[in-house]
């Protein structure tokens, strides 16, 4: 917020631009107009500034001072064609030369192909896609899906979640309070959404239920998820929102049992379950 109601110049600003070659000068302009995702300002502060990338190509990122590293983690897990690729480059490129953006006027020739290619490789009765640019607005799109759903069959009621601890399903206010995150803190962000309901997930490494054996411990992880439901009410339940591979957790594998007996439940009491594949699927 600028004070100009007595200066009007006071909202002007010198333009000064960091040079791009200026590593010092780069780090403070962040720290001066950035808010940097996934970071603690105050500590960044203290380091200096962030770490600045200037190029990447295959599994590498290089940055501005020219030290190289090793993109362990494929950006976010789903950068799996590499870094710096011609030919999705050029894609992208052709895309925004015809249509850059398209909201109203339906789709594009590119976004049914797209669509078309997806249904034939998809397994099942998935025939349909509906795009979004990231997996937290995908997961936020999927759960108002659930509750229209509902609506539009005559359930009014059916307006809560259950999702499960340890998940990561986005980082917008809604997104962040399914599964809760260890790595999240949402003291920030109280009170939580009334229509988060959360369980425990299996896990026999560190098994909450005192199971016995990895089935055991699946079967009472899904005995949760029912419970869950009958507590809450069978009629105030949307959807259950799960990864079939829990990432947060370091890529924890429930037992073969556990996911067959949650779909069980989900139709037992007619409740949408969505499977959050944005890291695993690719």
């Not at 603690?40 to 030290?67: C, F, H, K, R, W």
């Not at 490129?93 to 398209?102: A, E, F, I, P, T």
């Not at 795009?131 to 659930?146: I, R, T, V, W, Y």
């Amino acid at each position: 917020m600028t004070d100009s109601a007595d200066n009007p110049s006071s909202s002007v600003k010198a333009a000064s631009l960091p040079a791009a070659n200026d590593t010092a000068a780069l780090r403070q302009a962040a720290l001066d107009h950035m808010y940097i995702g996934m970071t603690n300002q105050t500590l960044l502060a203290e380091e200096g500034g962030p770490l600045i990338m200037e190029s990447a190509d295959g599994i590498y990122v290089t940055d501005i001072e020219g030290n190289r590293y090793i993109d362990g983690i494929s950006g976010m897990y789903f950068r799996n064609a590499g870094h710096g690729r011609d030919e999705i480059a050029k894609a992208v490129y052709d895309q925004l030369k015809s249509v850059s953006m398209n909201v109203y006027a339906g789709a594009t020739p590119k976004s049914i192909q797209l669509a078309a290619r997806l249904a034939e490789i998809t397994p099942g009765d998935l025939t349909r896609t509906f795009f979004c640019q990231g997996g937290s607005e995908a997961n936020e799109s999927s759960l108002k899906m659930a509750q229209a759903y509902h609506v539009r069959r005559g359930d009014k009621g059916r307006f809560k979640v259950i999702s499960r601890k340890g998940s990561y399903h986005g980082s917008t206010y809604g997104t962040m309070w399914l599964g809760g995150h260890p790595g999240f803190p949402r003291t920030d962000y109280q009170p939580r959404p009334a229509n988060v309901v959360t369980v425990g997930q299996p896990h026999y490494y560190h098994d909450e239920y005192g199971s016995n054996s990895p089935e055991q411990n699946g079967e009472r992880a899904a005995q949760a998820i029912e419970d869950a439901i009958i507590f809450e009410g069978p009629d105030s339940i949307s959807a259950v929102i799960g990864e079939p591979v829990t990432q947060p957790l370091g890529g924890v594998v429930p037992p073969p049992n556990y996911w067959p007996m949650v779909r069980e439940i989900c139709d037992k009491y007619g409740v949408l379950l969505i499977f959050d594949e944005v890291i695993t699927g690719f």
